[in-house]
Structures are given as C-alpha cells and as structure tokens.
C-alpha cells in the first residue's frame, strides 16, 4: 500500500509542475498583455481610458472572472513557483554562463513579481473597494507621481515583462515545442522583442498618466 | 602563443577529507614543475613523498582514474571551482595555484574519490536498455538509417561521469531532479529501433516527482559535458514525447 501512495504522490508531483507552466501562460501571460493594451488608452486620453476601465469593471459576473482567470491563477502559479526557488540552487560564480542567468533570473524577477503585483492589486483594486473611493485616470494620476511608487512600479514592470518573455521561452520547452538549439535561440529572439515592445508599452502608459 | 611556460614550482591547494564522517580540510603541496604535467601527474608526484608545502608528513591523496583519455570519466573532480575530468586538465593551462576538491554532489568516498552509484540507480530507473531477453532465438533486429545511427552516436558518448549533475542547480538535497544523464539515455534507448517498443515505459519514468520536468533551462549541463552531448536537446525531446503521453488520451 504505501509503494502505490508514494507513487501516487510522485506522478502528482509531475502534473502540478505542468500545470504551473500552462498556468504562466494560459491565463497569467495572456492577462498580461491584455491587461497592457487596456492601460495604453492612457494615450487617448482621460475619458478614454475611464470609458475601458468603465466597461471592463460593468462586465457581467466580473468577480467569479477575476477570481477565476486573473486572481487564482497568480496565486497558484506563485505558490509552485516559490516552491520551485526552494528546490533551486546557485552556482554562477563556478558557472556563469548567460543562461544560468536567466535561470537565477528567472526566480529573482517571480518574487519581485508576486511583491510588486500584491501591492498593485491592493492599491487599484482592492483598496477602493475598502475605503470606497473610484479608480480612474486621476487615481492613477495621483499613485503615479509619488516618486517612490513610480520607480518601484518602474522595477515591478522589469521584473514582470523579464519573467514574462523568458517564461515564453521556457514555456517552449517545458512543452517540448522548441527542442534544438536553432529552434531555442530562434524563440528568444523573438520573445525578446515582445517582451521588450511590452515592456515599451507599459512604461509609456505609466510616464503619459503623470502628465 | 606560447602557453609552456617555465615554471620552477607549482602550488596545489587540495580538499582533503579522511572519510564521509570525518571534517574537511585544505591541504597545501609544492612540486617541482615538468613540462606537460596534468592534474594526476601532480596528484602522482604527490604520492611519492606525501608532504605539505609546510613540509609537514601528510596521508597520500585518494582519487580515481582509469583510461587518461577522458573517455571513462572516473578522474572527475572540481578543479579551480569548474568540474571536470583531471587526466585533460593540463597544468599549463590553468590558473595557479590549482585548487582541487572532489564533486560536491555525490557521497564522499575519501579526499577526491566520490560514490556515483546514484547514477547507476538514475539509469535503472529510466530502464536504458533494450530489453531482448526470451526463450528463442529473434533473429536480427530492425536496421538503423546513417541519420539515426548519428544522432544516437553522439548520446550513447555519455560516461556518466557526473560533471552534468555536478554544474545542475536543479539538482540538489532539496530537489528530486534526476538530472540530465539518465533523462539523455532515456531518449538515446527511445530512438532505438528495437528499444522504441518500451519507449512509452521509459517515458513514464520520467513523468514522477524529480522527472523532466524538474528541469529549469540554467542549461549548464551543455556548457560542462566532457563529450558535447546535446543534453538540453535531449531534455526538450523528451518533454515533447512526455507531451505526448500526456495527450495520449486523446486517441481512445
Ligand atoms: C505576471 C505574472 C507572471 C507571469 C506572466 C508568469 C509567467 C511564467 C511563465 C510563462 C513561466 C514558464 C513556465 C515554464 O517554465 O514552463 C513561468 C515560470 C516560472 N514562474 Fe512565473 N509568471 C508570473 C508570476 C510569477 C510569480 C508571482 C512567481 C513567484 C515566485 C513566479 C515563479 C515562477 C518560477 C520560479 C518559474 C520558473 C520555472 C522554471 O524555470 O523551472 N511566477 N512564469
Ligand atoms: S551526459 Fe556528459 S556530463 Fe553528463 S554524465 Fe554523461 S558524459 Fe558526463
């Protein structure tokens, strides 16, 4: 009995990990870039920016989505994730090769992530609902020309559009979709720039709000 | 480039340790430098006359070689921090003064002598191997093309000799990794035509607690492997048939 339960508990093991790098992409990745297109109609201006967060927010059973599609697969995928940094080690002094580090990196940019998006999701999300006050564009406005939220918003964006791409990249082989060397350095190419147009994007949208 | 310099004494640093339960330390020995010397040389010419640069009498070091070629792998060991294997290590080229110890991943032997049997165990537990055993005679095989004879070359080069799990973070006392050697010899045995049949049972293997999944892409292994296996190739094949196994419900 216990061999079959330590096996059990073995193949689980193995499916948790799958589904913490599908999660990363389906919806977690996918949000994100959602998430930037939305804040870019910062670039349109106040009213436009109010009219997307207006209807994103009159969505009908918006909490079951946010909970199901945005909240519980942060949360999951974190969780795994901070387990994975605990089966990690380091050894970029013996071996510092660029893709060991983006293997540190890649741990270091998930916590950064999970601090910065706690504080975000509070700040803009959860906050409001407490103290009962509106988010908009002069919201926004006012968190963003506090120098010290904008340059941890600023590090908080590095860190996420970094685990962002280099998760795409990661994301090809865990699935065994890029497999030989051309393949892998074809897609880091590649994720690089969208990571980096991302990242553009996002910093564009929180300097234009300042104003 | 002249890199043979003359040299009148080389200083060796090395880790020494009398047994698994016993406390290390850091020994240090003074040669006399000889054109062409490599790291057993030195270990050898230690053992003539065991004595530390301090001139203090001291146990020979203990290690292990076998071919001298780097087609065995039993002389590994960290050498200036990297792993490799000590009978290619040639003194000229290395920074001095040389630091030895033995592979931080294994069980400690004595001095540089590791137990590597756990890669023994690694290679049982993703059954490498085609399993042909019967009562009658099968007669001969299906044939291998040149293309899969090649690629199949190059993965059966692994001597496991340790150096991939050695630079792994992946694979540490927190983690379960298997590490990449056995999960190369798990593919090397699913592209043997014979070997494909259990190909399905060498892929679950690799789907448990410390499988391939366990990899996380520090793609060291590649950077280390004394025989330029492509292990991170290797990995992401065997993710892509794990993949499979994963969706094969999709076909009943
Ligand atoms: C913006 C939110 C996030 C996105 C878009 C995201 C996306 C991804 C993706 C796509 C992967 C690749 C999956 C794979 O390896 O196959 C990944 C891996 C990873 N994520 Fe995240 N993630 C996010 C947040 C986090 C957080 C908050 C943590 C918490 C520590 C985290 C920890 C990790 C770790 C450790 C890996 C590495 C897996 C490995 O290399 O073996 N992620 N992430
Ligand atoms: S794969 Fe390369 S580094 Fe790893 S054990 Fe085999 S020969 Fe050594």
């Known amino acids: 009995m216990s061999e079959s339960v330590a ?19 389906f919806p977690v990745s996918i ?14 201006g106040p009213e436009a920016y109010n009219g997307v967060i207006n209807l994103l927010r009159s969505l009908p059973y918006l909490i079951p989505i946010e909970i199901t599609f945005i909240g519980l697969p942060i949360f999951l995928h974190a969780v795994y994730g901070i387990y994975i940094c605990y089966t990690s080690s380091l050894n970029l002094k013996s ?14 940019s998930g916590l ?31 968190s963003m020309r506090v120098p010290w939220i904008f340059s941890f918003y600023v590090v908080g964006l590095v860190a996420t559009m970094f685990h962002f791409a280099n998760g795409l990249w990661l994301f090809c082989i865990t699935w065994g979709i890029t497999i030989g060397k051309k393949s892998q350095r074809i897609s880091g190419i590649i994720f690089s720039v969208i990571g980096f147009a991302l990242f553009a994007m996002a910093l564009q949208s929180i300097i234009v709000v300042r104003g | 480039m002249n890199q043979t310099i003359k040299r009148e004494d080389i200083e060796i640093k090395i880790k020494r340790q009398e047994g698994p339960n016993s406390p290390a330390r850091w020994e240090t020995f003074s040669l006399k430098y000889r054109p062409g010397m490599n790291v057993i040389s030195c270990l050898m010419e230690i053992r003539k ?19 001298l070629e780097e087609v065995c792998g039993a002389c590994t060991m960290v050498i200036n921090g990297r792993v490799r294997q000590s009978c290619t290590a040639l003194v000229d080229k290395l920074e001095h003064p040389l630091r030895i110890e033995p592979m931080s991943k294994f069980p400690l032997v004595r001095d540089l002598v590791v137990n590597r049997s756990s890669m023994f165990e690694s290679l049982k537990k993703v059954k490498a191997w085609v399993p042909v055993d019967g009562t009658y005679d099968l007669g001969p095989g299906p044939r291998m093309s040149p293309k899969e004879a090649q690629y199949r070359y190059e993965l059966s080069k692994c001597m496991t000799c340790g150096c ?37 049972e060498r892929t679950r293997s690799l789907m448990v607690s410390g499988g391939a999944q366990d990899c996380g892409n520090a793609q060291n292994c590649v950077q280390v492997c004394p025989q330029n296996i492509p292990l991170t190739q290797s990995i992401a094949e065997m993710n892509r048939d794990i993949t499979k196994e994963l969706f094969g419900f999709l076909k009943e």
């Open chain 1, 7 to 25: 096996e059990k508990i073995d193949v689980k093991h193995f499916y948790l990990r799958r589904i913490h790098s599908l999660l990363g992409v």
């Open chain 1, 112 to 142: 950064i992530a999970l601090a910065f998006i706690a504080y975000h999701i509070w700040d803009f999300r959860i906050a409001s609902e407490v103290f009962h006050f509106e988010v908009n564009y002069e919201a926004v406005r006012r």
């Open chain 1, 95 to 108: 071996y510092g090769y660029a893709k060991n580090w983006f293997y540190f990196l890649q741990r270091v």
């Open chain 2, 164 to 200: 991939c799990l050695e630079a792994c973070p992946q694979y540490n006392p927190q983690s379960a990794f298997i590490g990449p050697a056995a999960i190369s010899q798990a593919v090397l045995f699913n592209a043997h035509p014979t070997g494909k049949r259990n190909a399905s």
């Open chain 1, 31 to 44: 949000f994100l870039v959602e998430h930037m297109i939305a804040n870019a109609f910062i670039l349109k």
């Open chain 2, 49 to 67: 006359k065991p004595q530390t640069k301090e001139g203090m009498k001291t146990t020979p070091v203990c290690w292990e070689q076998n071919c």
